[in-house]
């Protein structure tokens, strides 16, 4: 429905000057309409709970290619066909436009399991987007973590991608003068990242990823990458909410948000559960010493649960949230637990740190660098911490994941480094005669170093349940 200052644009014209007149009137006045109704539309969906998108950045900011006016995409697995992306032939995954899209294009996606283009199972796009996932078919209703989830996940087929499932990088983009482009906004906002499908399992089990390749069973090695990675250019503004991330094996974040000079992170409302890694990453592109360039991080309303080592017998990974250094950040309201090693790992963030429940930690609730601690002593000695930080608890809860994968979960045998370490045998054989010669450490044996229960799959249906309610208002929520 239109509103009143379209009324009377056609009554009682005196000539056909006039008449045209009105009617160019007529349609610059609808442009503008549609075009603010259509950002309006974007931000009531963004705005829940108190959150509101970020605002963009000043034109003076941004480069003439970012500042593109874009279009919009539509994506449908069940209606999809061709590569028109448009609300009545939408296309059929991602994948198959990634090569259309320019600077601000806005791409809405319906339910589905997606496997990108060929099923490689991943995606890479070089330009600032919003992409929007999680409505019906006919793209009238949304409920991504309900009725109408947008699953990203893949298969693992040897020599399929092993690149983060979803992969948006646009530091490296140039304008016509060689100067690399700047400014704009990057939207992730309600897609599903499961990266089970895609990893290979020890006897295709479920119970134990495995890192490497089985050509000859014609299997893939677990994708050594996140679900979501986001690496922007200067003055860029990143948001990523509601989103799920799930069964990835990175080293580093299993969401990731990379920003540079004079840009903001939003990262809210997102569940992270059983990934290798970090459960989500704050990282900084910037080295300068300007204190108004840091990029600022608002870390809000998620919840990081079960965050694994990198693998069996590694000393690093295994924490909910990881901030690099030569960042600013605000971390509230979130669910930070079951780390293998801990709650946050910071390695140098200015950070204020209110309101945030840690739970079933293994070795700490923070870390500073390299001094640990448990978050009762928090403000007595962090040095990266805000003095004005509260409200942070440690307390035990309620999870609700499926009782099949608890059990796993629980009766997992962890093996240490320094067990494997002390149990190493040198055996006499004429391989190890000639290392010796040669200066090289002796091959062992002795101890396996490969866990039977190490990522165990978690199916959305058994994950799901842990994510739809916050503790107190602490937490992630189902998106409205």
Known sequence: MFPIWYQNIFEVPS?????????????????????ISAQMSYEALTVSKGFTPQANHATENTSEDFMNE???????????????????????????IIHHLKPNDVIHIAEGTYLSKG?????????????????????????PWGAHKTIFTGTNEYQKLTDPRLYIRTDQQREKNGQLSQGSEIVVDGIIFDNGPRNRYHKDENMAIRRKASPKSGKNPSPESGGIKIVGSKYTNITVQNCVVMNTAPSEGALSVRVFKGGKGLIQNNFCINNTGYGIHARTGYAGGDENALPNFIIRHN??????????????????????????ATLENNVFGFGHMGGIYNKGAVIKVSNNLFTGNAKYDYKEVNAKM????????????????????????????????????????????AEVDAAVSANNSGANALRSMLGLNLQGNGIATDAEIFLPLITIEEALPAGLMPWNGKGCFKPK
Not at 70 to 95: C, F, I
Not at 120 to 141: C, H, L
Not at 384 to 408: F, H, M
Request: a positive charge; proline letters at 2%; hydrophobic letters at 35%.
């Open 15 to 35: 000539n056909n000057h006039i008449m045209k007149n009105r009617l160019k009137i007529f349609i610059g006045l609808l442009l503008a309409y549609t075009s």
């Open 70 to 96: 874009g279009r919009v995409w539509y994506v449908s697995k069940a209606r999809g066909s061709g590569q028109l992306g448009t609300k009545e032939r939408p296309a059929k995954d991602l994948g198959n």
């Open 119 to 143: 099923s490689r199972g991943a995606d890479e796009i070089n330009v600032p987007v919003k992409i929007i996932a999680g409505y019906n078919s006919a793209f009238t209703k949304r409920d």
């Open 303 to 328: 919840t990081s649960l079960f965050n694994w080592k990198h693998d069996a017998i590694a000393s690093y990974g295994g924490d909910a949230l990881a901030l690099d250094q030569n960042l600013k």
């Open 374 to 417: 448990k978050v009762d002593d928090l403000l007595d000695e962090a040095t990266k911490v805000d003095p004005y930080s509260d409200g942070n608890e440690s307390a035990l809860i309620q999870i609700s994941v499926a009782k099949r994968w608890a059990e796993i979960y629980g009766n997992r045998i962890e093996v240490s480094r």
